[in-house]
């Protein structure tokens, strides 16, 4: 029975997610070798291989791919693990100012960062003229500029927060304070301790989300439209135009540049894997050296500046996407709008629908992925965890949307899915329901055993333990899940382009679309909205289980 | 109808629907009609919504807009479709399209048609063989898309930062020296970008005439060295070196706004009297064209082979060519986009409807619009954007 039980939960977890994402890249593989019948393309062929390297710009995209893919992971890194010891065991008030971070999607956020560094952006704005002589824009590359710096800068404030939480959580498993005793009696300083000490332990517990931000890093599209260059973009983005060009032979060659895409994340984690074990075997030699150091504080404290400098041009960019959204006429240089209205707001007609669609996938995918991840947890409590299984959870976290999601759609096509919310839902529980799991697996197995005994004593079965123990106990660790998968679900990009067809808009869809327009008032708009979901969510999340259990003070914890 | 008998015949066989139009309207009846259109603009975006109204009222034909960043993704949409075997019941009714991608497609078989002659409100539009109508960047229309807006390269400026605009490519040139980095044009790949490489070609070809058929290896060198001679000299001078442009028109415009460069461009001359009205350009924004005329086209409408809601589209395809809809589409204060209808043919009640129409300071009269100039052969600006991206793509 419990083998059954366990059984179809992976057969359906395999089918619904790690199917569509074979079939997706087989699709592609083929087109990337010259098999596409519907263009008349049928022979195995290594042509489009030779077309892409041929692209214009194709070597500097690469590059470009790569600089910026693990160069932000690595910075996000160290600077992550630098903020989180200098912030570990001195309250949580400064982490609360990275919650607004981690909830906005990346295009909403990228948005405003273009608003603010642009040089017509808000900064260059609040210190001109006076202090810059300027009274028109400087001509200098701020933003979209070939080096990819602005892109760079877009992710570190979304992927510093979100490392900076993994680690946090991280470290409740490592005994923190009797380590940095035993640190304090050896005789190291208290910085010195974090870098020789916790780190080293740290990491392996991280490594997961770490290649995640990696792949998600390499083969990011929205942001990348947004801040990167255009002339030559990254792979990512070239592949998105190359497969929505009105040249329908470009399909070929982007699709062998999708499976390149693949490579290149695995290549980018199995390089970077090689530099872990590297840098472990020098770093044992340089950790038995033991010397006690007093660079280490420095080097932390600069950590922590420069993520506090983050943090607030992530909080100034949400910030102009309101003022954006609420100004009518804001010339430059001025230093905030010469004119207000509200008219963008009052005009539900509008972003209504957009707004609609968005809840409704955001709900639809967030319950689907729910349902899921629950029943997968307590189908491990009843028989056991399953191998390999969280490598098939995480499946669709590591592979590049763009390396399947062409492919996918073909095969949706044939299947007469494509183009409705269904196939949007299911495209997007594929993100969804991964970050469920990483929000909510946890907490669950760390579940306080002893109550599921007692329950189980006093003549409860497993159903009623599960609904009458573990999920009343579980509900903020469940509910703060839930905000994590819809908080995913709105900022969905590609999934929801390739898959509705164009025909299912959200929040993002318009936002990324309207980014390219000529109107920051209605961009502001969509993006404050777009920002404005998620958080929301999380403030359910942390409200609701604080009215439930108001009278049961053991439970807001959830852990006890 | 200029057809010949006998495809006429194939044709009301192959789809009796398309046989006589109150059998059209009544099958359209109760369909929503998914129209693509590259949704850049909110006013054109308005514009459709309001369309959609009209036709769900008077023929109960419902429009969903499809909002598209480029109009070559409806494309990719009805390639993967027929990759999928899915010659019925598509996703796209209806394409905004006009140029290589209107090529694209009908060279591929994934168009419907032809349909033109079978609308009534065609009797208000010149079909003749070389009107612009039936002409689309030289390729003939053939019935396989309906005319919808009119279209004409133009400069956009600021009289206050600009008083004495440059009105030839020369000229800009000289002033782009003069002040760098205060000009720009959209990346080639964009359509306004490649339009602004074809206004200089045709501006600076020895011989503009070979640009009406497809490019051979020897016209494509003599006919674009000047051109490349006369960019080299620019490019250094443009914003930010060169190295980066603008991602499309709206991006530019935006630019303009804020100061960062003094010239924009576009493709429909009332953009920019539309653009002051938003609040999206200083009052003082005007336009100007060159002084040997300017590149303009026709903006169409096609269904695709496999479209779902093929009669609705047609009834769609057809309430945009009726006098009443264009003179509104004309209206600044609504959309400001020219009439593609020849006025030769419009009764005096039609007329009327296009005189009353308001004018605005930054609405150029006809006069001021100058000479329109023929579309190049889809050949050169494929040609065109390829060497450009190959040249400058680094």
Not at chain 2, 56 to 76: I, P
Request: net charge neutral; aromatic share 8%; proline share 7%.
């Amino acid at each position: 029975m419990t083998h059954l039980l366990r059984l179809t939960v992976f057969a359906l977890a395999a089918g619904a997610l790690v199917l569509p994402i074979l079939a997706g890249l087989w699709e592609t593989g083929r087109a990337a070798f010259g098999v596409l019948p519907a263009i008349g393309a049928d022979r195995l062929t290594l042509d489009p291989w030779r077309q892409l390297a041929a692209l214009p710009g194709f070597a500097t995209s690469l590059r470009l791919t790569l600089v910026t893919g693990v160069g932000s992971t690595l910075v996000a890194l160290i600077l992550a693990a630098g903020a989180v010891a200098m912030l570990a065991g001195r309250g949580g008030g400064p982490a609360r100012l990275i919650a607004p971070l981690l909830a906005a999607p990346h295009a909403a956020l990228a948005i405003g960062v273009a608003f603010l560094i642009a040089p017509s952006g808000w900064i260059v704005r609040l210190v001109s003229p006076w202090a810059t002589g300027w009274d028109r824009p400087p001509d200098l590359a701020l933003l979209n500029d070939p080096w990819g710096g602005a892109l760079m800068l877009g992710l570190l404030i979304k992927e510093v927060p979100f490392l900076m939480l993994v680690m946090a959580s991280a470290l409740g498993q490592l005994p923190l304070r009797a380590t940095l005793a035993t640190g304090r009696a050896l005789g190291y300083g208290r910085a010195t301790a974090w870098l020789r000490l916790i780190l080293p332990r740290l990491y392996p517990l991280i490594r997961l989300p770490v290649y995640i931000v990696l792949a998600f890093a390499l083969s990011v599209v929205d942001m990348a439209i947004i801040l990167g260059p255009s002339t030559p973009p990254t792979l990512a983005v070239a592949l998105t135009r190359w497969f929505g060009a009105a040249d329908t032979a470009l399909i070929l060659p982007a699709s062998a540049g999708a499976v390149l895409q693949a490579g290149l994340v695995v290549g980018g984690i199995a390089l970077w894997r090689g530099a872990e074990l590297m840098l472990a075997r020098l770093g044992r030699a340089w950790l038995r050296r033991g010397a006690r150091g007093r660079g280490a504080a420095a080097l932390l404290a600069a950590c922590g500046a420069a993520v506090a400098g983050l943090v607030t041009l992530g909080l100034l960019a949400l910030a102009a996407l309101a003022v954006w959204s609420l100004a009518w006429r804001w010339p430059f240089p001025a230093a905030l709008p010469e004119a207000w209205s509200l008219r963008g707001w009052l005009r539900p007609a509008d972003w209504g629908e957009a707004l609609g669609t968005t809840l409704a996938l955001g709900l639809a995918s967030t319950a689907l992925s729910l349902t899921l991840a629950i029943t997968w947890l307590e189908a491990e409590d009843r028989a056991g965890r399953m191998p390999w299984s969280g490598a098939l959870i995480y499946l669709p976290l590591l592979v590049p949307q763009i390396a399947f999601l062409y492919g996918l759609n073909v095969v949706m096509l044939r299947a007469g899915l494509s183009g409705g919310m269904g196939a949007v839902i299911w495209a997007q529980v594929l993100f969804v329901f991964p970050y469920v799991m990483l929000a909510l697996a946890d907490p669950w197995r760390a579940l306080d055993r002893r109550l599921l005994a007692t329950a189980a004593a006093l003549g409860a079965g497993p159903v009623r333990r599960l609904l009458g123990v573990k999920l009343p106990v579980l509900a903020r660790p469940i509910l703060t899940a839930a905000a994590v998968g819809f908080a995913v679900s709105v900022a969905q990009y590609l999934p929801t382009l390739f898959m509705g067809a164009g025909r299912v808009t959200t929040l993002t869809t318009e936002a990324v679309t309207l980014s390219s327009g000529s109107d920051r008032r209605v961009v502001g708009l969509y993006g404050a909205l777009q920002a404005m979901l998620p958080f929301l969510a999380y403030a359910l999340a942390l409200g609701l289980p604080a009215i439930l259990h108001r009278n049961r003070r053991g439970l807001t914890g959830g852990l006890g | 109808m200029r057809l010949p008998f006998v495809a006429a015949l194939g044709l009301t066989l192959a789809s009796p629907a398309l046989a006589d139009w109150p059998e059209t309207l009544a099958t359209a009846r109760g369909q929503t009609v998914y129209w693509n259109a590259w949704a850049g603009d909110q006013r054109t975006n308005d514009f459709i919504a309001w369309v959609g109204q009209q036709t769900e009222a008077l023929y109960g034909v419902k429009v969903e807009q499809v909002k598209l960043t480029d109009t070559a993704e409806a494309v990719t949409r009805v390639i993967a479709e027929k990759a999928a075997g899915k010659d019925q019941g598509g996703s796209v009714d209806l394409i905004w399209i006009n140029g290589p991608n209107f090529l694209a497609m009908k060279e591929q078989g994934l168009l419907h048609g032809p349909f033109v002659a079978d609308l009534p409100n065609a009797r208000y539009v010149d079909l003749s063989p070389a009107a612009p109508a039936s002409v689309d960047f030289t390729v003939p229309v053939e019935g396989y898309e309906s005319p919808w807006r009119l279209a004409k390269f133009v400069f956009t400026y600021d009289s206050v930062r600009l008083p004495t605009p440059p009105r030839s490519m020369i000229a800009l040139r000289d002033w782009a020296q003069a002040n760098p980095g205060r000009f720009t044009h959209p990346v080639p790949s964009n359509f306004m970008g490649a339009t602004f490489l074809k206004q200089a070609l045709v501006e600076l070809a020895p011989d503009p005439a070979v640009l009406q058929a497809p490019p051979t290896e020897a016209a494509y060198a003599t006919t674009t060295a000047p051109l490349w001679e006369w960019y080299d000299a620019l490019r250094p001078h443009l914003w930010r070196g060169g190295q980066t442009f603008p991602e499309n028109q709206s991006v530019q415009q935006q630019l303009l706004n804020d100061g960062e460069v003094d010239i924009a461009m576009s493709f429909d001359p009332a953009s920019t009297a539309a653009a002051i009205a938003e609040g999206l350009l200083p009052e003082t924004a005007r336009v100007f064209v060159p002084e040997v005329g300017s590149i303009g086209n026709v903006s169409f409408v096609a269904i695709p082979f496999n479209a779902a809601q093929r009669e609705g589209a047609m009834v769609v395809a057809n309430f945009l060519l009726d006098p009443a809809t264009q003179a509104r589409q004309q209206d600044i204060t609504v959309l400001g986009s020219f009439s593609v209808l020849d006025p030769a043919r419009l009764d005096q009640a039609a007329k009327a409807a296009f005189a009353v129409l308001p004018t605005a300071p930054a609405l150029p009269t006809t006069e001021d619009l100058g000479a329109t100039l023929l579309e190049p052969h889809p050949g050169w600006m494929t040609w065109l954007t390829d060497d450009w991206a190959r040249r400058y793509t680094k």
